[in-house]
């Protein structure tokens, strides 16, 4: 192999590698996850509480949804982009965040923005 083929074949093993690099940066982290709280950020013990994990112009078919509180995985790989608290209690304060993963085309979404829920008082005082 003279010095050209050689220069050729490490430039098209460069390209092909800078290319496979490329591919797996749009799989993993391309599309965004945003966390929603329903009815408000600050509720009083007692009150039902729903999050909602929403994949930015993905819309919600084949995905499964990861849930974080405070940075640390609370429910990990369920199908349901909602997640609810029937009767909130202090406990339940945080920061939470969400992300999607979709396994037909190995799929990975950015975490998502978070929000933080405040859980204070009693119910209806």
Known sequence: ??????YLFNL???????????????SEGHVKAVVSVSPDNHVFRG???????DIQGEGDTGWTYSWYKDGNTIYPYITSNTYTFNFVVQYDSGTYTCRGYRGRDSQSSEISNAVTLTVSGEFGL
């Open 1 to 6: 192999m003279n010095i050209y083929s050689k």
């Open 47 to 53: 009150e039902t509480v729903t999050l909602r994990c």
């Open 12 to 26: 098209f093993v460069f390209k092909v590698t800078e290319l496979r690099i490329q591919m797996f940066n749009v």
